[in-house]
């Protein structure tokens, strides 16, 4: 589970005192975001897509509660039980009476935000199941006993040389070997145990189908598929909004997903689950924890089109630069900025900050959900729940009545321009601008008003 | 009032309005010339390889070809189905021949459903997964693709690309996460 009480600013800083790690982990995940683009560039319909995508979610979205029957329908004509769990506590006690039923000792879990968001491995793990994530970036964290940093690299904010350290003393590899291929093949051959020996597998899934009342799951490691091909019960958990209503929809989002999510043409496993195997038991949960409060909620319904690809990180300038790891809530980057503040503003205030507007997350969005537009308005909202710090506040108040007095705003630019390149350094050293590498711009001669007036007056000559 | 009344009640109460279902069908996509080069030329980055049987060639022809040395090997194109008594016990198969029905030019994906196969944990425990296609199954998107497959009665089935991989370990590229190490799809 995640610290609520991270402050995005105080958390980045903190990261940023390791410059070297820092740069790797921005150039790795932009790497991540160029990969993306170099796939969308060999799509001549890719906007298309985009907009076929975003029309098939809020099509959905305006009738999800009929979508949501008819997929129950389906599923149970199929054979598999679906439940319903209003919010978190509800969705992990569930999940615990099925596996209690069959008497579990082992569970083996392929990568669920939702499960993570719901907190289930503790509370397993305190009613003596033991859970095996099974994905291998989660595998890590787990082992860390840490929350995922990224919603599609759980691991990304770690060098090898941890990893290394961390599965000599877990797993028994051999100190200072350090070579991804050896460290992979060691956590497989320690996976594949669990997968043989696993009494239940959970996933998460990708996409619901309302027509075929079947689920989707996208992996590319192959471990839903095991987890769910040996032992006899499968449990799914599903957010309400996974829902696409017809088989053929998956001709558009199996095109995007695996395309914005790592720069693949799609993902090794696509994997179509609409029963349980001869002998087991196949069961669907259906989560809502705040969700159907969003979707009434004009300013940020379409937060709940996001298919979980994590685009929008992987090109966030702030992102990139902090790891999730300075966000609050358990998705972060600019998607989790606007999910963690509509579920809870008071807790999760800092995250709307976290952002340049700069809206290059919404011009990679698969599913086009106006993020940056979204962040801006929950910055509203965390000042007006008072989470701001007080200088900020301070700031922002001072900034605002400057704003809504010009005259006062050219006065005072006037004295800066003057006053600032005459200050002695002692003076200015404090300050953002004073750190390695960084200078304080020079001060132009006249404000951009007065560059304004004096090109009109020009032409008009 | 169960939880299922109440979320389905606070989404009736709170749905926004939105737009009709788009016709996915109206918007060209892409299309290649050469449908198997395509295949042939994206598989072989992603941890897999693809051949055209030659005339007189068998499979398994092919599979020795690419695999001089093999272990266990479980063909379920064969005459007669191999069975096993739980889908534990293919845990040291090193070659499995399964066929596919659908493959995808601009994915390299193939569709696996196999109604006979009583276990599917076969395609995710096999080191080295090998899956025939017919020649002419070949389509260019997964557009295309889903319009050819039907969801099947056995209730599994799966789009597979290459081999397992993970770059979880600072974004290196690795060959064999969980499942097949090694891919190679056959077309006949």
Redesign the interface.
Known sequence: MKNDNINHAEAAAAFLQDREQARWHDS?IW??RQKRDAQAK????WE??R??AQ??K????????EY??QFQRNAEH?GVSVH???DAD?HNRIVHGILAAANVKKLVKSKSMLTEECGLNPYLEQRGIEVID????ER?VQLRHEPPSHIV????H???EQ?SELFHKELGTEAGNND??Y???AA?AN??EH??TADAGLTGVNFAIAE?G?VVVCT????A??GT??PPIHIASMG?EKII?R??????F??LLARSA?G???????????????GGQMHIV?V?NGR??I??N?DF?QSLRCIRCGACMNTCPVYRRSTGHSYSYIIPGPIGSTLGPSRDIKKHGSMAFACTTCGSCSNVCPVKINLHEQLILQRKRAFDAGTLKPAKKMGLLAMRFLTRHPSLMDAGGKVMRKVVPILPQTLTQHSAWSRPGRELPEMPAQSFKEMWRARQEKKHD | M???E???A?????????????D?HA????RFDDLFAAFSN?IGN?GGSAVQLQPGESVLDAVRQRWPQHGRLVDLTAATQPQTAQ??DW?DVDVAIVPGEVA?A????VWV?HADN????L???TQKLVLVVPRDAIVD???????RIA?R????????????????????L?M?????MAALVVFV
């Open positions: 790795a790497w991540v060999q799509l001549p319909e298309q897509l907009s076929l029309q098939i809020a099509h959905t979205l305006s009738r999800l509660d949501l029957e199929n319903w769990a209003a509800e099974t994905d291998l970036g890590i690299m759980p691991a990304i770690l060098k090898k990893i991804p291929t460290l992979t093949h497989r996976l594949r997968f043989l075929t079947g590319n490691e192959g471990n598929d095991l091909a040996l309400l209503p088989l053929e929809h998956l001709g558009v199996t095109r790592i693949s043409p799609i993902t090794t496993y696509t994997s179509h689950f609409h029963r349980a195997r001869p259906i809502d159907s409060d979707l009434g004009d319904y | 169960t939880s299922r109440q979320i389905l606070n989404i009736r109460h709170k749905r926004p309005q939105g737009p009709a279902l788009p996915i918007v060209p996509f892409i994206l992603l889908p534990h845990h995808v601009e994915s390299a994906a459903s009583q276990w599917r944990s395609y995710f425990l998107t997964m557009r295309d693709a889903y319009d969801i009665e056995h209730g599994f089935g799966s789009f597979i690309s290459g081999s397992s991989r993970t770059a979880d370990i600072e974004q290196s690795v064999g996460a969980h499942g097949a």
